[in-house]
């Protein structure tokens, strides 16, 4: 079932110097059914992090179509941003100051969460419980952030993404901060998540070894899709060559194929049996 449905998805961003527009997401197509998990993966400036902010409801769209569940992101009013990002999505940040107030025990900063949707003492105590449970933080629920190791502070972080049980999670270079075993051990819990609980989860990362963990790797050059794959069939990036054909019947081609292409020249397209299309360069 169709989950999130974005189609021509542009954003353009207004420089105060000079006025001029510039371009982050060029025309962006993407689809992604309820309870998947993907990863999207790009160089720096590729227009990741933005994408990841319009879904989130943090950024509206300049043009285009989107979809999450049951709400028409480019149609909302600021205010309709905040209801969405309230109730449906949550978030998890690269910087734990950015999921966490540090002054407080972590059991603390999910309980800020729950009190936001107004629910009773005994309500907020079983929930604030469950998901330590599930983070395995339920020994570390009575201390300060600056206590506990990186991995702990991201799990907590995760707990408090998920306390409002939203139907969407999204992860802004997670484990951007950790080293490769702490990496590997939260992107475990991400994982057991996604499966157990079934939320649809979009991760951010530069790192393909994370980006493996999840059930599709989506790779953005230049605000376009350039490519997907699912991850059990990629070794490496190089392996990634299938490509969106948007409506206009433009599509952008995987940067290691352009590296070996000579590029402003001549491409022919030659259309086979059943519907085979093959790019030929002299």
């Not at 049951?70 to 940040?93: A, E, I, N, P, Q």
């Amino acid at each position: 079932m169709t989950f999130i449905e974005i189609r021509d998805l542009m954003k353009i961003y207004q420089t105060k110097r000079n006025q001029t527009g510039v371009p982050a997401l060029r025309g962006i197509e993407l689809v992604v059914d309820k309870g998947e998990f993907i990863s999207i993966i790009g160089p720096s400036g590729s227009g990741k992090t933005t994408l990841m902010l319009i879904l989130a409801g943090m950024l509206d769209p300049t043009a285009g179509f989107v979809k999450v569940g049951d709400s028409r992101l480019d149609k909302l009013s600021g205010y309709g941003r905040s209801l969405y990002r309230r109730h449906k999505v949550g978030t998890l940040w690269q910087l734990p100051n950015r999921n966490l107030i540090f002054e407080i025990t972590i059991e603390e900063n999910v309980d800020i969460q729950l009190r936001l949707l107004g629910l009773p003492l005994e309500e907020r105590k079983k929930r604030i419980k469950e998901l330590f449970v599930d983070v395995g933080l339920e020994r570390w629920s009575h201390h300060k952030p600056m206590q506990l190791s990186g991995g702990q502070v991201q799990r907590a972080g995760l707990a408090c993404a998920l306390a409002h049980s939203p139907a969407l999670l999204l992860a802004d270079e997670p484990t951007g901060e950790l080293d490769t075993k702490t990496a590997k051990e939260l992107m475990r819990y991400f994982r057991h998540l996604n499966e157990t609980i079934g939320i649809t989860a979009i991760m951010v990362t530069h790192d393909f070894d994370v980006a493996k963990t999840s059930d599709r790797i989506i790779q953005i050059v230049d605000g376009r899709i350039s490519g997907f794959s699912y991850s059990k069939n990629l070794r490496t990036l190089r392996d990634l060559n299938s490509v969106y054909l948007d409506r206009y019947g433009s599509m952008q081609l995987p940067r290691h194929i352009t590296e070996i292409m000579t590029v402003e020249e001549e491409v022919k397209i030659k259309v086979q049996e059943k519907g085979k299309i093959f790019l030929e360069q002299e």
